[in-house]
T-cell receptor, first 113, second 113 residues
Framework: DAGVIQSPRHEVTEMGQEVTLRCKPI?????LFWYRQTMMRGLELLIY????????DSGMPEDRFSAKMPNASFSTLKIQPSEPRDSAVYFC???????????FGEGSRLTVL | KQEVTQIPAALSVPEGENLVLNCSFT??????LQWFRQDPGKGLTSLLL?????REQTSGRLNASLDKSSGRSTLYIAASQPGDSATYLC????????????FGTGTQLKVEL
């Protein structure tokens, strides 16, 4: 298996623009997670899905952030409008079972100018 | 609120040395604990997952132990190599906390020739 695949790997945008990050989980994994990593706050869970249904979105910082999972092999994290403080590395991860081992993608590094 | 602490924040050792990385957590009611490594600019690679009922797990030169009652885990690396240089993160899942991982801040390891 190719592992968790994220795109784009790098994104530079200007404040106010819409940003869409994409993720393809490992085939057969029922759980998908979005994390954000910054120097100041470390790794933070934003939202996770089970069987394409959002289970816990309490980590989503603001209404500007939204995530969807239209099918088992694809998820998006959208920021609209983006702000400089959203600059971070966004990771997608998947797991094949409840509280099972978590596998991460390579991340999407977002810079908002 | 679960807090996960990793000490030291950074460690530099000569090649061939055996070393121990420490992880402490405040709430002992955990499902499991997972150790990851992160290379610069990369995602997280899962190293070991240790269940709350287990005392240790081994993979190659790595051995992770878990003492739930004292809120501690250690990652032992035998015969360290320059390729082991990376940031090592531990993460715990709380019983009753859903499928969320709470991450430590990491230990940055450098193995020198």
């Amino acid at each position: 298996d190719a592992g968790v695949i994220q795109s784009p790997r790098h994104e530079v945008t200007e404040m106010g623009q819409e940003v869409t990050l994409r993720c393809k989980p490992i085939s057969g994994h029922d759980y998908l997670f979005w994390y954000r990593q910054t120097m100041m706050r470390g790794l933070e869970l934003l939202i996770y899905f089970n069987n394409n249904v959002p289970i816990d979105d309490s980590g989503m910082p603001e209404d500007r952030f939204s995530a969807k999972m239209p099918n088992a092999s694809f998820s998006t994290l959208k920021i609209q409008p983006s702000e400089p403080r959203d600059s971070a590395v966004y990771f997608c991860a998947s797991s094949g079972e409840w509280v099972g081992e978590l596998f991460f993608g390579e991340g999407s590094r977002l810079t908002v100018l | 609120k679960q807090e996960v602490t990793q000490i030291p924040a950074a460690l530099s050792v000569p090649e061939g040395e055996n070393l121990v990385l420490n992880c402490s957590f405040t709430d002992s009611a955990i499902y499991n604990l997972q150790w990851f490594r992160q290379d610069p600019g990369k995602g997280l690679t899962s190293l070991l997952l240790i269940q709350s009922s287990q005392r240790e797990q081994t993979s190659g030169r790595l051995n992770a132990s878990l003492d739930k009652s004292s809120g501690r885990s250690t990652l032992y690396i035998a015969a360290s190599q320059p390729g082991d240089s990376a940031t090592y993160l531990c993460a715990v899942r709380l019983t009753g906390g859903g499928n969320k991982l709470t991450f430590g801040t990491g230990t940055q390891l450098k193995v020198e020739l």
